[in-house]
């Protein structure tokens, strides 16, 4: 069982940054993929960034360029640093930790961070 906390949301100014850090308890956390998703008001939740356990990251096409996903692994955290905020990113930010061992997958989900940009 992973349990994940989010924390570092906020009321910023379009243009300004934020820190996002999930921190997970358990046992494993340097095996699983993670990943921040977020969802706005009226909007499906899509996925934002994410690092694989070896370290491989990827990026939603909005937030290339702006956004930073990193993990330390002896901390069991993941961050994401977001820069060049824009009103087009306020929404609840979801932390997901995900591994797949013997074809059976294990999925777990923080209980979100609000993020406001002001215009």
């Known amino acids: 069982q992973v349990q994940l906390v989010e924390s570092g949301g906020g009321l910023v100014q379009a243009g300004g940054s934020l820190r996002l850090s999930c921190a997970a308890s358990?046992?494993?956390?340097?095996?699983?993929?993670m990943a921040w998703y977020r969802q706005a008001p009226g909007k499906e939740r899509e996925l934002v960034a994410g690092i694989k356990s070896g370290g491989h990251t990827l990026y939603a096409d909005s937030v290339k360029g702006r956004f930073t996903i990193s993990r330390d692994n002896g901390k069991n955290t993941v961050y994401l640093q977001m820069n060049g905020l824009k009103p087009e990113d306020t929404a609840v930010y979801y932390c997901?930790?995900?591994?797949?061992?013997?074809?059976?997958?294990?999925?777990?989900w923080g209980q979100g961070t609000q993020v406001t940009v002001s215009s």
């Open positions: 358990g046992s494993g956390f340097s095996s699983y993929d």
């Open positions: 997901n930790a995900r591994r797949t061992i013997i074809m059976t997958t294990r999925e777990y």
